[in-house]
């Protein structure tokens, strides 16, 4: 039985058809090369199997796009979440006592603040080494050589591959080659993939890229490679970094993303982690993921045109939150939660009081450990008005109808203005970073929700 993408198969885990039977670690010859780097080892343990734990994309200490000043009392839980995911990456590669952590670039989201975060990784290296684990390393875009102005020096146990070309660090007491190099500069659109060593013949060969491979929008294209081009370096596992949504290329050989460790914004949905690899002799027989992340962001989508009131909507959205806590695992959830349907409550819906703001907050505290990041309401009026042609209310809406379309830029242009006077995280956290036209026909159809809510006092009619 092995392991697959963390599930498990009856089969066969033997050689792949094209391979060679090859003599164990201690009898193959040693070939020095101009790649090679060899690293004594830390213990010699003499267990087997080997067990690696392939890690990337933490972004350490990030920002988390203004969370800070959106999240209240919540604060220190949501931005303090990628560390502690680092902290539970370390604990994991303990309890299973692997023999190596291999990141596959941007552990830092930039360069530090302060020394801080150094410091804080420094600690967490220390562990490792006390445990005897080692740990190799790229640079990816975000925390690239020339990005880095603050340094600490790291424990002899881990190893940060070059940028200038491919090295490789050989581990003979594991049977192991790792390949790699980092990035030199943040925008690399340079191959490097075929720029890597050959396999080393008689051990497993890892390669270590942070790549967004063959392009995976919205990611940056950088150091593009195709999968092919990785399979034709013979090697057994690639550790790919860059893309943050979980991702095997290939099984033969393993080409794996395994997404970011953590979560940062409601466009980073689901589980996060890293990926356990188990190797024996010299073979890998399972490729399991281990969910690490402590903040789990979900979009919640709940249809209420069957809800007659308030309180109805409010138990439509009660019951989706808490079917997402449960999926989370007893994680703190951050949720994008938005409303559909034809509803006689649209107006009611758009036009959020502060107590209907306070009712949203309610609702998601009695589901589970729940913060909500963003409400958005995209119900409709389920019937028109019918309102008559010479009626005030009815010339208002044609007037909406009329600069709906902003033929001539003037309304975007004026809203525009307004929009430049705050800050860019307010925008941001209002959906109008960028007004597009879509944007621009959602503010409209709200702002006369709003205003049809207000002039005739609710959906239940003229006051």
Known sequence: MALIGGRAFIGPVGRRPHEKRVPSPAAAPYDASPYDRVFLPVAQTGVKPVRFLHAADIHLDSPLAGLAARAGDRAGTLVGATRRAFDGLIRCAIERAVDFVIIAGDLYDGDWRDFATGLFLIEGMARL??????????????????????????????????????????????????????????????????GYPPAVPGVLNIGVLHTSATGRPPHDPYAPCSVQELVDRGYDYWALGHVHRREVLCEEPW?????????????????????????????????????????????????????????????????????????????????????????????????????????????????????????????????????????????????????????????????????????????????????????????????????????????????
Request: include cysteine; proline fraction near 3%; hydrophobic fraction near 45%.
């Open 129 to 194: 080494e006390r445990a005897g684990i080692r740990v190799v390393m790229v640079r990816g875009n975000h925390d690239a050589e020339n990005t880095m102005t603050r340094r600490l020096t790291l424990p002899k146990t881990v190893h940060v591959f070059e940028s200038r070309k491919a090295e490789t660090v050989r581990w003979p007491e594991l049977g192991v080659a790792i390949h790699g190099r980092s990035f030199g500069k943040q925008h690399e659109s340079e191959n490097f993939a075929t």
């Open 255 to 463: 080409i794996v993303f395994p997404g970011n460790l953590q979560g940062r914004d409601a466009n980073e949905t689901g589980a996060k982690g890293a990926t356990l690899v188990t190797v024996e002799g010299q073979r890998i027989v399972s490729v399991e993921e281990v969910v690490l992340d402590v903040v789990r962001w979900a979009r919640c989508t709940v249809e209420v045109s069957a809800c007659a009131d308030l309180d109805e909507v409010g138990d439509a959205v009660h019951a989706a939150l808490a079917e997402a806590v449960t999926a989370a695992g007893g994680r703190t959830l951050a949720v994008r939660l938005t409303l559909t349907g034809a509803s006689p409550l649209h107006r009611r819906l758009v036009d959020a009081t502060e107590q209907t703001v306070a009712d949203w907050e309610a609702v998601a505290l009695r589901a589970g450990d729940v913060w909500l990041e963003r409400v958005t309401v995209a119900t409709t009026d389920p019937e028109p008005l019918g309102l008559a042609a010479s009626d005030a209310l009815a010339e208002l809406i044609r007037t909406f109808e009329a600069v709906q379309g902003d033929r001539d830029g003037a309304l975007r242009s004026k809203l525009g203005e307004h929009l430049e006077k705050l800050p860019r995280e307010i925008r941001d956290a209002a959906g109008l970073g960028d007004l597009t036209d879509a944007v621009l026909a959602e503010v409209l159809a709200d702002a006369r929700a709003i205003l049809l809510d207000r002039l005739l006092g609710g959906p239940e009619g003229r006051p």
